[in-house]
């Protein structure tokens, strides 16, 4: 048998590591770099959506056009031009875009924690 029951939940907005433990300094290091990290994703999701978005309006395309060229639903080509970004992996976003005809290039930096 599966145990299922929620023993805790960390409110939002609450430090997740300060509530599994760690010590403060720790934990605070570690929700720093964690937000940063899902700010970071939550940007290059924004910016695959506008290359995406500009592509459709440019190519003067309907939603159903677009979504036979990148192979999804029309739903989620609104999904797409919404930037609704939760819904979408980045692989998914470049994917999108290889069907354009675009070549997607990623830079990676160094970041210190």
Do not use: C, Y
């Not at 599994?20 to 990290?37: H, K, M, P, S, Y």
């Amino acid at each position: 048998m599966t145990d299922t029951d929620i023993r805790h939940v960390t409110p939002a907005g609450f430090n997740l590591f300060a509530d599994l433990g760690f010590d403060a300094e720790e934990a605070q290091r570690l929700d720093t770099a964690l937000r940063a990290e899902i700010d970071n994703a939550q940007r290059l999701k924004r910016q695959l959506m506008d290359e995406l978005s500009a592509w459709i309006e440019q190519s003067h395309l309907k939603q159903a056009q677009a979504a036979e060229i990148l192979m999804v639903s029309r739903p989620r080509v609104s999904d797409v031009v919404n930037r609704k970004d939760g819904k979408f992996t980045i692989d998914a976003l470049v994917q999108m875009l290889s069907r354009t005809g675009r070549t997607v290039q990623l830079s990676v930096q160094v970041a210190r924690l």
